[in-house]
Every structure is written in C-alpha cells, then in structure tokens.
C-alpha cells in the first residue's frame, strides 16, 4: 500500500468505491494529508484518504503530494488506471427490435411470431396478432 502525504491543501471529490461514480461530497485535505494507492483516473488522482475514496483534479495536485520519507521535489510516479475490458458483442443470432409506441407512459412494441410482445414501464406482455394488423394505437 502506497502512501505519500499532500503538501498543499486541496479539495477532494468522493467517490462511490462499488460504482466509482464522483459523489456531490467535497472534503478539503489539509496540507500534510496522508493519501494511499493513488491512481489517474482520466482527468483526476483517485486515492483513497481514511479508508473512503476522493478524486482530485491533476492540475491541482500534481507536483503537491510525495511518497512519505521522499524527497519534496520528486513526487512518486502514479501508475495510470488499467484500461476497462471491452465488453464481448453479442451473439451474431435472434435479436429483438423494439419500436417506441406514443403512450403517457414509458411503452415499445417488437413484432414477433403470432403477435406483439409489449414492454410498459419494467412489464413485458403478448398481445396477440397474428397477421400485425396493430398499429400501436388503443382502441
């Protein structure tokens, strides 16, 4: 576990660990901070700071933080953030093409054998149809 110590105060953005997620929580990290594993994140060092984990801009903490016993001048390199695994494509097979319907609520509509299958809200249902007469419209 990596721990270096800032040598300025800045304000840190915290982050949700399970999502890593930036939080609307702001704390300011006194000079003298200890700060562990720090990593970049796109435009920010992630660390964590007593156990939660913080963002800070690396414009503003670059050159203010060094590993503790290290020299001021010569802050320890922080290792960039692994790039995220792509997700695998789908199967090249059957795919479901849903088509949004006019409604006061959130509804869509896939044409499949026999009839419609419909999706409201977080419900799915078959309306029967065997010929996709239906044109989306209520009766």
Not at 2 to 18: C, G, H, R
Not at 74 to 80: F, L
Not at 108 to 119: F, M, N, Q
């Amino acid at each position: 576990m990596a721990k270096f110590e800032t040598l300025k105060t800045l304000e840190a953005i915290k982050v949700n660990k399970k999502t890593g997620i930036q939080q609307s929580q702001r704390i300011n990290l006194s000079f003298g901070s200890i700060i562990e594993d720090p990593f970049e994140e796109r435009d920010c060092l992630r660390f964590l700071h007593l156990g939660e984990m913080y963002d800070v801009k690396l414009s503003e903490i670059t050159g203010y933080y060094k590993a503790i016993g290290g020299p001021a001048s010569d802050p320890a390199p922080v290792p960039k953030a692994e790039p995220a695994a792509k997700k695998p494509e789908a199967p090249a097979g059957p795919s479901l093409k849903f088509e949004t319907l006019k409604s006061n609520m959130t509804a869509s509509r896939a044409k499949i054998p026999g009839g419609w299958l419909v999706a409201i809200g977080h419900g799915v249902t078959f309306v029967p149809d065997e010929s996709h007469y239906w044109d989306g419209n209520s009766i």
